[in-house]
T-cell receptor, first 116, second 112 residues
Framework: GAVVSQHPSRVICKSGTSVKIECRSLDFQATTMFWYRQFPKQSLMLMATSNEGSKATYEQGVEKDKFLINHASLTLSTLTVTSAHPEDSSFYIC????????????FGPGTRLTVL | ELKVEQNPLFLSMQEGKNYTIYCNYSTTSDRLYWYRQDPGKSLESLFVLLSNGAVKQEGRLMASLDTKARLSTLHITAAVHDLSATYFCAVTDTGTASKLTFGTGTRLQVTL
């Protein structure tokens, strides 16, 4: 149990376009989902915390108008990178926390974004 | 602000040797995690440590937690090549319910 999926796994886009990444909890309901960004050879940095039915909470330095997060249901959160630029190229990883039980986060497989 | 540091950042070790990775954090926390990440992949959960003195072992890896010293260790016994990966510790801040702060990561390379 506790499987989290992400789609797409890899995306290449042109500068100026928008890209949507989906994060789904497949076998459990998640009140909270988290979005992380990881640059090559670096650690994971939390971008935002997404709660079902409410606005996301963004970390300091993360532009909320550029990284749009929607958490429309207990099993789906989306991250849209708007007007992507090459510096947005990164590995984006989501995680989900169960409604009940321990508060451990379960991580998705990640999405590799390359902006040309 | 919670800060989490790991050392070493890079570790090259021979097969069969033992070594320890250290994880220090700056404020009180209610749980500490260890993860493994292979190149190009996401995180694989290794251990969750919940209380002072907690020790968990899985195969050649053993993790421990000292909350008073704000220190966790990940001990590798008789390393094998399959353990080559990057290892992260992560800590939850007691005031922010599950918000994880990750350590800098330790890239482990096990050579023959």
């Amino acid at each position: 149990g506790a499987v989290v999926s992400q789609h797409p796994s890899r995306v290449i886009c042109k500068s100026g376009t928008s890209v949507k990444i989906e994060c789904r909890s497949l076998d459990f309901q998640a009140t909270t989902m988290f979005w992380y960004r990881q640059f090559p050879k670096q650690s994971l940095m939390l971008m935002a915390t997404s709660n079902e039915g409410s606005k996301a909470t963004y970390e300091q330095g993360v532009e909320k108008d550029k990284f749009l997060i929607n958490h429309a249901s207990l099993t789906l959160s989306t991250l849209t990178v708007t007007s992507a630029h090459p510096e947005d190229s990164s590995f984006y990883i989501c995680s989900a926390r169960r409604m009940q039980g321990i508060s451990e986060q379960f991580f998705g497989p990640g999405t590799r974004l390359t902006v040309l | 602000e919670l800060k989490v540091e790991q050392n070493p950042l890079f570790l090259s070790m021979q097969e069969g040797k033992n070594y320890t990775i250290y994880c220090n954090y700056s404020t009180t926390s209610d749980r500490l995690y260890w993860y493994r990440q292979d190149p190009g992949k996401s995180l694989e959960s290794l251990f969750v440590l919940l209380s002072n003195g907690a020790v968990k072992q899985e195969g050649r890896l053993m993790a421990s937690l000292d909350t008073k010293a704000r220190l966790s260790t990940l001990h590798i016994t008789a390393a094998v090549h399959d353990l080559s990966a990057t290892y992260f510790c992560a800590v939850t801040d007691t005031g922010t319910a599950s918000k994880l702060t990750f350590g800098t990561g330790t890239r482990l390379q096990v050579t023959l």
